[in-house]
């Protein structure tokens, strides 16, 4: 059963390869139970015994949320108000898709609205009612306010975000970051004999961790960095940046580290410099876009992501439930709880999450395909290659099945 602080207007045993058998599932008779109310206080913090500390048990629930038996809680942490709240109930119903698949027979999910009253605020009354899990918040500021309350308490965060910077102390980076999708890009281009990069960047904390994740991967995989040039999205400044790194020297591929959209603009100034035959490669932004093919310039552009195949189910099943498409990071919230029912295993009733079996070398399985979180606890996910088409895009080098392939 899923509940939620405030309601928003739509609102497992897993694995090896089980979330296609998830989907598979039909819907049980589990619905969203809404709940009012101003956020409850955060909960008083007790000393610790002088010798031998024992975990702290989870506090029992306040306000209106009922007394669980053999079930612990898990919050969900997402907008559900203001410019992001399209992400968040699409996070937050793909969240409850999971738990109607999987049974939820020993977590109970309630979701909390990080933009009415702040992330803060949500995480304090998430902790009063005995949460143990937090899954989310959505934005990188959000997870900075919220992960000192959650460390006080022994609960550990499972991010959405895709800002490695928020990951440790007990916070996990579960977002799509640059830098795999890029290193897996980079490889794949180094085996189709590609020796020579560039890259162009946007100005932002995005632009800079792109750079640097070519700066880092190119050396390692055998291959020669030209050099990486920034634009600020202004008018000329594509054609500036463009000019800058031609002047450089030539290179066989170039990274545009933003949007599809963008790629497109960039890539009629790539063909008309020094280097004419250059690869153009983007990073998981354009995973999101479905007319990439429609500039002919970016045909035979080649990008890694995660694979579409069992998202475009849970799309499907998500539309006939809610009555409209999900945003495409709606597959963290599924697989996060995914994620949650299996640890759930291991999960003694009343006591804190067990933090260690979120660290499974072997990983997870999940819409998203193979995951694991890394020793800095930012997720490493398996990667598919796909490459620009006129009719849309192709995969030219499938995502492994599980870290052992």
Do not use: H
């Not at 702290?56 to 038996?69: E, F, M, W, Y």
Request: net charge positive; aromatic share 6%.
């Amino acid at each position: 059963m899923a509940e939620q602080s405030q309601p928003p207007q739509a609102r497992g045993s897993i694995l090896a390869l089980g979330a296609a058998a998830l989907l598979a599932l039909g819907l049980g008779g589990c619905q969203l139970v809404p709940k009012a109310g101003r956020p409850a206080p955060a909960p008083t913090q007790t000393e610790p015994e002088a010798a031998a500390p024992k975990p702290k048990p989870i506090p029992t629930p306040q306000g209106n949320l009922p007394v669980d038996a053999n079930r612990n809680r898990v919050a969900v942490l997402v907008p559900l108000t203001g410019t992001n709240a399209g992400v968040g109930k699409s996070i937050a119903n793909a969240a409850n898709l999971a738990l109607l698949d999987t049974g939820g027979e020993r977590i109970r999910i309630t979701v909390y609205d990080t933009a009415k009253g702040g992330a803060a605020a949500a995480a304090n009354q998430a902790l009063a009612e005995g949460n143990g899990l937090f899954l989310g918040p959505l934005l990188a500021e959000d997870v900075r306010a919220v992960a000192p309350l959650a460390a006080r308490a022994d609960v550990p965060v499972v991010a959405f975000s895709n800002d490695v910077s928020v990951a440790g102390d007990g916070v996990y980076v579960m977002g799509f970051t640059p830098g795999q999708s890029i290193s897996r890009v980079v490889s794949f281009a180094r085996e189709r004999g590609v020796t020579s990069f560039g890259a162009l960047t946007p100005e932002g904390i995005y632009g800079r961790r792109a750079a640097q994740a070519l700066i880092d991967i190119v050396p390692r995989a055998g291959g020669r960095l030209v050099g990486t040039q920034s634009f600020d999205r202004g008018p000329g400044s594509m054609r500036t940046a463009v000019t800058r790194l031609n002047a450089l020297g030539s290179y066989d591929a170039v990274l545009v580290a933003d949007s599809g959209r963008t790629a497109a603009s960039a890539a009629p100034l790539v063909r008309g410099g020094s280097s004419p035959g250059a690869r153009i490669l983007g990073t998981e932004l354009w995973a999101t876009e479905s007319n990439l093919g429609a500039t002919a310039a970016l045909r035979g552009a080649w990008y890694a992501s995660t694979s579409d195949t069992m998202f475009n189910q849970l799309r499907s099943r998500y539309r006939a439930r809610y009555g409209a498409g999900p945003f495409r990071l709606a597959s963290l919230g599924y697989d996060a709880v995914l994620l949650a029912v299996r640890v759930a295993k291991e999960w003694r009733f009343g006591r804190p999450f067990p933090e260690r079996e979120l660290r499974d070398d072997a990983g997870f399985a999940g819409v998203d395909g193979a995951f694991r979180f890394g020793a800095n606890n930012v997720v490493e996910r398996a990667l598919e290659v796909r490459e620009v088409t006129a009719a849309g895009t192709s995969v030219v080098s499938p995502a492994p099945r599980s870290f052992g392939d």
